[in-house]
């Protein structure tokens, strides 16, 4: 399973709509750092509003691609993170210190740009 | 007293998100609410990846429970792989063998209202209890 990746401007969007198992996790990881290479994109959107669940594993791997797309140039902010996964992530004790989020698409976009702008 | 038992295997990495999703649905089939179905499903991700990673193949099975509080969902899981080495460091949050985060037994045991384990050299059975409130 491909999660699809749009371009839009300088950004990248991505909406999260299936279920995540490892290897599409893993496999979003590449497929996002290939497109940030092929586009010379600066910003990322995640949407995680329809994810239900986010586990360790998971949370490694998106807490990673951030670090990577960091590392290419590109900033990454997650956007819909539901109440009950925030509240499971803290009970795992993972925090995502270093990750960026907002409430939603439009306010990620936003604060893309204010971050992007501030440079 | 205890109700409909189900297992789900544990072979391939895409059976961590069968037992999530089947353990989801018997949470919310008992009342569990939206964030304590997802507290349980995470839960089970963990427990599963554990069997895969660690012992290559084992199963989740789950119960319906019934004590103090009206009525309890017990998961667990099992498999005969080398058994935890070290059971209190695994126990511990940050300590990982495989790269991960280290979230994942001290993460279930904070998600879940129970937590048994026991392993040796036969294997490693986690025994966790999420009661609804």
Known sequence: MRIPILKLQNYLLVSVQIELD????????????????????????VDLTSVEI?????????GDVVS???????????????????????????HLKNVQTALDLEQGLIKLKQELEEK | MKGALTTVPIIKELDIVGARQSGRNLARDLGFGSVDQARIATAISELARNIYLYAGSGEIS????????????KIVAS??????????????????TSGGLGAGLPGVKRLMDEFDIISDDNGTKIIVVKWLR
């Not at chain 1, 986010?54 to 998106?62: M, Q």
């Not at chain 1, 797309?69 to 993972?94: E, H, R, Y």
């Not at chain 2, 498999?79 to 990982?96: R, T």
């Open chain 2, 62 to 73: 789950f119960q319906e429970v019934q004590g103090a509080s009206p009525v309890g969902l």
């Open chain 1, 68 to 94: 990577m797309a960091g590392l290419m140039g590109a900033k990454v902010v997650f956007t819909g993170i539901q109440p009950a996964v925030s509240m499971t992530l803290i009970d795992l004790g993972i």
């Open chain 1, 22 to 45: 490892d290897q599409t996790a893993m496999q979003f990881q590449e497929d996002l750092l290939g497109k940030i290479h092929e586009t010379g994109a600066t910003g990322v959107v």
């Open chain 1, 54 to 62: 986010i586990d360790s594993f998971i949370a490694k791997v998106l």
């Open chain 2, 79 to 96: 498999d005969h792989g080398p058994g935890i080495e070290n059971v209190s460091k695994v126990m511990e949050d940050g300590y990982s």
